[in-house]
C-alpha cells in the first residue's frame, strides 16, 4: 500500500521523504508522510484530495515541507 501512497504523491511533482501506512484491526489503512513540494500554493487538503479515492484509507496525515526549507533529501521536479 506504501507504493500507490508514493505514486500519487510523486506523480503530482513533488517528492515523499518518509511515510508509513498501516492497518488497525480490520478497519482500513491509515497512512502518514512527510512531503517535499516546491509548490507554495500546496497545503496537506491537497494531498488529502488526492488520495481519497483510495477506498483502503481510512484517514492520512500530511507533513508538508517546502523544497526551500529542506536542506537535503531526494531532489524534486520543478
Not at 503530482?12 to 511515510?19: I, K, P, Q, T
Not at 487538503?45 to 526549507?69: D, I, M, P
Amino acid at each position: 500500500m506504501t507504493d500507490p501512497v508514493r505514486r500519487v504523491i510523486e506523480n503530482a511533482g513533488d517528492a515523499v521523504l518518509d511515510s508509513q501506512v498501516w492497518r488497525v484491526g480490520g478497519e482500513p489503512m491509515r497512512a502518514i508522510g512527510s512531503v517535499v513540494t516546491n509548490d507554495a500554493h500546496r497545503s496537506p487538503g491537497f494531498y488529502h484530495k488526492a488520495l481519497e479515492g483510495s477506498k483502503a484509507l481510512l484517514h492520512t496525515t500530511v507533513e508538508l515541507n517546502r523544497a526551500q526549507a529542506v536542506p537535503y533529501g531526494p531532489s524534486i521536479r520543478s
